[in-house]
């Protein structure tokens, strides 16, 4: 088990955000939060209003601004759509690659599932990297200097990047194993009934 006294987990959100990106990662930290105390888990948003609204139109009530976590999720959302929100509004707009850059340096680790990859990519802490993200962004993820790998997951130390959507509870249960050690991810595993992550 990882000896930090505490592990702050925030996990950002933004309008345009894929919602599985989110709430599934989400639950198996707030799980893995009861079993392990020293683990905390919040969903923030870097400024705009407190109810953030996810591709699909679900609203989340994000209270909570970035503060100064120990580890940093990014979700994706809108790329493949081609829509002006999620992701592509985001890099366009500059401040959530600015702000994941400024902090990959003093977190413990940055992660993303999906096109969230893109996100750090546009913060400049992909190049030379292997990492993943959805099929249809790969591509693109390499322009930025990746090694781009198939996995549901890829660990590169500090950095940790999933596949596609659902890949971000592979992700989530991954990251719990790092922090809480693999029995208690598979507890929580076990609990939501999904498989261990194999392919990282």
């Given at each position: 088990?990882?000896?930090?006294?505490?592990?702050?987990?925030?996990?950002?959100?933004?309008?345009?955000?894929?919602?599985?990106?989110?709430?599934?990662?989400w639950e198996?930290?707030?799980?893995?939060?009861?079993?392990?105390?020293?683990?905390?888990?919040?969903?923030?948003?870097?400024?705009?209003?407190?109810?953030?609204?996810?591709?699909?139109?679900?609203?989340?009530?994000?209270?909570?601004?970035?503060?100064?976590?120990?580890?940093?999720?990014?979700?994706?959302?809108?790329?493949?759509?081609?829509?002006?929100?999620?992701?592509?509004?985001?890099?366009?707009?500059?401040?959530?690659?600015?702000?994941?850059?400024?902090?990959?340096?003093?977190?413990?680790?940055?992660?993303?599932?999906?096109?969230?990859?893109?996100?750090?990519?546009?913060?400049?802490?992909?190049?030379?990297?292997?990492?993943?993200?959805?099929?249809?962004?790969?591509?693109?993820?390499?322009?930025?200097?990746?090694?781009?790998?198939?996995?549901?997951?890829?660990?590169?130390?500090?950095?940790i990047t999933?596949?596609?959507?659902?890949?971000?509870?592979?992700?989530?249960?991954?990251?719990?194993?790092?922090?809480?050690?693999?029995?208690?991810?598979?507890?929580?595993?076990?609990?939501?009934?999904?498989?261990?992550?194999?392919?990282?």
């Amino acid at each position: 088990m990882a000896q930090a006294e505490r592990m702050r987990i925030e996990i950002l959100a933004f309008d345009g955000f894929d919602a599985l990106d989110i709430v599934a990662p989400w639950e198996v930290f707030a799980r893995a939060a009861r079993v392990d105390s020293r683990l905390e888990v919040e969903i923030v948003r870097v400024d705009g209003p407190q109810m953030v609204t996810a591709a699909d139109g679900l609203q989340l009530h994000v209270p909570g601004e970035l503060g100064t976590p120990d580890a940093l999720f990014v979700p994706g959302g809108s790329w493949v759509g081609g829509m002006d929100s999620g992701v592509p509004h985001e890099i366009r707009r500059g401040v959530l690659p600015r702000v994941i850059g400024e902090l990959s340096a003093s977190v413990s680790w940055v992660a993303s599932v999906c096109t969230g990859a893109l996100l750090l990519g546009e913060a400049g802490i992909v190049a030379g990297r292997t990492a993943t993200t959805n099929p249809a962004a790969a591509e693109e993820l390499s322009r930025y200097g990746a090694l781009v790998k198939q996995n549901r997951v890829v660990d590169d130390g500090n950095l940790i990047t999933a596949g596609a959507v659902t890949s971000g509870l592979d992700l989530a249960l991954w990251l719990v194993q790092r922090e809480s050690g693999e029995d208690v991810a598979r507890t929580i595993a076990a609990a939501i009934a999904v498989p261990m992550p194999s392919d990282v």
